[in-house]
Every structure is written in C-alpha cells, then in structure tokens.
C-alpha cells in the first residue's frame, strides 16, 4: 500500500531555532500534501495545504512566514517551523492522497519540544 | 463550515465485546468519510474509507456505516480485544481537493 515517511520522528530544539519536517511519498507521485499539528488530548488540525510547484496554502491563524512549507517535487514537501518557541511544541502530521477517491495516508509524525 | 463531533470521548471495556463508535456530521454533503486508528504518539492508520454513494464498509471485524442524509457514521468492532485499545478518529472530505476534517476521537480501552 501506499506509504508516507516523515523525518525526522523526534526533534528537541533550542527556542529561537529553526527545525525543518520532511514529509515522503514512497511509492506514489503526490501534487498536494497536507500538514497537521496535534497538541495533546486533542484531535488533528490542518495547518496548510502544500501544492507541488506553487504556494502553500494556509488556514486561518497560521502564520505563513514562521510555518515555511516548500513542496519542490512530487515526492517531498517540508515544513520549517521559524525561530521556533516552546508554544510550537506539538506532534506534526503529514498526509498525502495517491489519487481521488483513496484512503489518505498520513506519515508517523513528527514530535518537536522546544525548550 | 464541518463540524465534525463524536461520542464517547472514551469508552473502556472488558474484552470480546461489541461496541459502536459513533461520528456526526454537520454538512451532509460529503465526499467520503473515514476512518482512522491512532496509538499513543504515533501517526495514523487508515481503518475503512466510505465513499459518499456507499452504505458501509467491512474489514475484519471492523463495519463502518454511512448515513449521509442524517450525517452520521458509525464504526462497528466485533469481539474486541486488547490490541484494539487506541484512539479511533473520524474524518469527512467534502469535496475530492479538499481537506479532511477531523473529529476529536474516541479513546477505546479492551481490558483483558
């Protein structure tokens, strides 16, 4: 089945720091990705949307300057999290659809502490 | 704009029994919906995907139905067991670009 890597899984940074998130397809071409954050107790929430060869697309409330999303190939997209804080610490999830109409498939996520 | 709710938050039980887990909707007009199971600091495993024009779908003793016109969902586990503790969220897609919308998951605990 198709499978969606993420790396790295576990990051502590110092605040001020920037960590950059790397989101695989393996097995299948993906032109949008999607990125999630996830505090504890609590469900997923879209940050953006990422869309190979143009601009993310953001929700509302996340600041597109300190959640930098590039999607360079069909295969990778990254999120830089910017002088990061210890509010930005959360678990980050990264999905990607193989094509319409099938299960979306999401990587092992990312757990950040900022210190 | 979705909203998507489900009841219990948690739910414990002793194991081999049957149990529903049950997603609401508040837009009934769907692409599909699906379901996912999560372990403690992991990622997520896609479980069943209905696609709007279904009724239901079945893996292993997993059922899950879809009754778009009320906007609900139900994910059906057959004799339960330890291994099947996790959270289960569900999501809808409203339409074949968008984005999934989650709801808040269902904290299932089989006790032995």
């Known amino acids: 089945g198709a499978v969606v890597s993420q790396h790295p899984s576990w990051v502590i940074c110092k605040s001020g720091t920037s960590v950059k998130i790397e989101c695989r397809s393996l097995d299948f071409q993906a032109t949008t990705m999607f990125w999630y954050r996830q505090f504890p107790k609590q469900s997923l929430m879209l940050m953006a949307t990422?869309?190979?060869?143009?601009?993310?697309?953001?929700e509302q409330g996340v600041e597109k300057d300190k959640f930098l999303i590039n999607h360079a190939s069909l295969t990778l997209s990254t999120l830089t999290v910017t002088s990061a804080h210890p509010e930005d610490s959360s678990f980050y999830i990264c999905?990607?659809?193989?094509?319409?109409?099938?299960?979306?498939?999401f990587g092992p996520g990312t757990r950040l502490l900022v210190l | 704009k979705q909203e998507v709710t489900q009841i219990p938050a948690a739910l414990s039980v002793p194991e081999g029994e049957n149990l529903v887990l049950n997603c609401s909707f508040t837009d009934s007009a769907i692409y599909n919906l699906q379901w996912f199971r999560q372990d403690p600091g992991k990622g997520l495993t896609s479980l069943l995907l209905i696609q709007s024009s279904q009724r239901e779908q079945t893996s292993g003793r997993l059922n899950a139905s879809l009754d778009k016109s009320s906007g609900r969902s139900t994910l059906y586990i057959a004799a339960s067991q330890p291994g099947d503790s996790a959270t289960y969220l569900c999501a809808v897609k409203e339409t074949s670009g968008s984005r999934l919308t989650f709801g808040e998951g269902t904290q299932l605990t089989v006790n032995p």
């Open positions: 990422s869309n190979e060869g143009s601009k993310a697309t953001y």
């Open positions: 999905s990607a659809p193989p094509f319409e109409g099938v299960a979306q498939y």
